[in-house]
């Protein structure tokens, strides 16, 4: 058997690489590696004998480590979607809102509660007959609907105070009024001082809308006694009723005149809060036109009337349409946008910190005013039904025991001061007297 030779080398047109790669890949691919360096092949045969195409190329290097490039969101926390996450908690529990409405019968009260929250509230009242109006006392109506707009839920109460104003003698008139609020806040802190607070119910009067009527000069009597008593209590926001049947120089006259009885008689009603300092000017301006336009002469109204080819919420009138929402015509859409677009979270937020908060440090100071006697009432029943006491009590009992007896001096020692003022006193209205008739 004669030894074959073995095969002559098969010429490498190309680089053995593993899976096919070509040679170009892998030059890529070291270009990329030497941080973008160029890529050389020779085809041309160079005193190659074998026939093999060279390819020539730097050796292979190790790619630089990258220098970190710097991430805005590194320096992201995420405490800024807390008002997001107020927002969508407060959207889904909903909103409450209690408004009062107190004024005397026939100034538009219903038709304008229907006009500012586009509803119905009083369509199955029942008007009194004539023995019921001449025995008309102040009774509370409470109504509730359920607003919703743009996802955002309003329970809406209304406190109406039918017969108020109404019957001959007026003067405990407003004794309903002050009762009920007293009552509310008096059911929420007893609600909030029990174990179950998650679910309290905020019935709470936040805003009073009282009527004027617009055929006085100004307040009356009676108006001033229930402001009087109501203005420590609650927000009061006076309304001038029925304002169409004035003319604006009337309207000036009869806001300049209210406005004198209240700063007369020391009445303070609600206070708008300043503007920041970086709120924008039309809300500055917006918010001194609502300050200017107090108390508000509105007109309300329940017919959709076409005027020029436009439907507005109107009264007609024999000499032409009186237009709700024209500012020229009332000051509805200030009261609108004051009670509902920007004031509402503060009217709320006043009653609470304000006037829920009076109340309740009455509350609690009559509460240790008590527990204060029946501490002092049950020490003084435990002395004197016990022998020889000054053994039982304590250092600390015997000594407000005595300052006890020194306050008792005390109190007897100006009551005799003062008998003595008041004889001498009349002496000398005595001698007065008697050289007068000399």
């Known amino acids: 058997m004669k030894h074959q030779p073995p095969p002559p080398p098969l010429p490498l047109t190309q680089p053995p690489m593993m899976g096919g790669t070509s040679g170009g890949a892998v030059a890529n691919a070291i270009s990329s590696l030497n941080g973008g360096s160029s890529y050389t092949n020779n085809n041309t045969n160079n005193n190659n004998n074998n026939g093999i195409e060279a390819v ?3 050796p292979p290097l190790y790619p630089k480590p990258k220098t970190p490039s710097f991430d805005k969101d590194r320096d992201y926390i995420g405490f800024a979607t807390l008002p997001e996450q107020v927002h969508r908690k407060s959207v889904k529990r909903g909103f409450e809102f209690t408004l009062m409405v107190v004024g005397e019968s026939g100034l538009g009260k219903s038709t304008l509660i229907n006009s500012l929250f586009l509803g119905d509230l009083y369509k199955n009242r029942q008007m009194p007959n004539v023995e019921e109006r001449i025995e008309k006392t102040t009774k509370v109506e409470k109504k509730t609907m359920d607003i919703e707009e743009r996802g955002v839920r309003l329970r809406l109460t209304v406190v109406d105070t039918p017969g108020f104003g109404d019957a001959i003698n007026c003067e405990d008139s407003w004794r309903v009024c002050t009762q009920y609020i007293d009552e509310q806040f008096r059911q929420y802190f007893t609600d909030e001082s029990g174990l179950n607070r998650r679910n309290i119910q905020d019935n709470r009067v936040h805003c009073c809308l009282y009527f004027v009527p617009p055929w006085g000069h100004s307040l009356r009597q009676m108006d001033l006694d229930l402001i009087r008593r109501l203005h420590r209590k609650v927000n009061i926001v006076l309304v001038i009723g029925k304002a169409d049947c004035l003319n604006k120089q009337e309207v000036r006259k009869l806001k300049e005149r209210i406005l004198q009885d209240l700063e007369d008689n020391h009445i303070q009603l609600y206070q708008f809060p300043e503007c920041d300092s970086d709120e924008d000017e039309d809300f500055k301006q917006q918010d001194r036109e609502l300050k200017a336009s107090i108390p508000f002469a509105v007109v309300g109204s329940n017919t959709i009337l076409e005027v ?6 109107g009264r007609q009138y024999p000499w032409g349409v009186v237009n709700v929402e024209d500012p020229e015509h009332s000051d509805f859409i200030k009261l609108r946008t004051f009670l509902i677009s920007t004031h509402m979270q ?18 609690i100071s009559q509460i240790s005013q008590h527990a204060l006697r029946e501490r ?15 053994a039982a009590i304590s250092e600390t009992d015997r000594l407000l025991l005595q300052k006890d007896e020194e306050i008792r001096r005390m109190q007897d020692m100006l009551t005799q001061m003062q008998e003595k003022l008041k004889q001498t006193h009349l002496m000398e209205m005595k001698k007065n ?4 008739d000399v």
């Open 56 to 58: 020539k190329c730097r």
């Open 308 to 313: 020029a080819g436009k439907k507005v919420r």
């Open 346 to 363: 503060d009217l709320k937020d006043t009653t609470q910190d304000v006037h829920y908060e009076n109340f309740r440090a009455q509350c």
């Open 376 to 390: 002092g009432k049950l020490k003084r029943d435990s002395i004197s039904s016990t022998n020889g006491f000054d």
């Open 433 to 436: 007297d008697s050289v007068i």
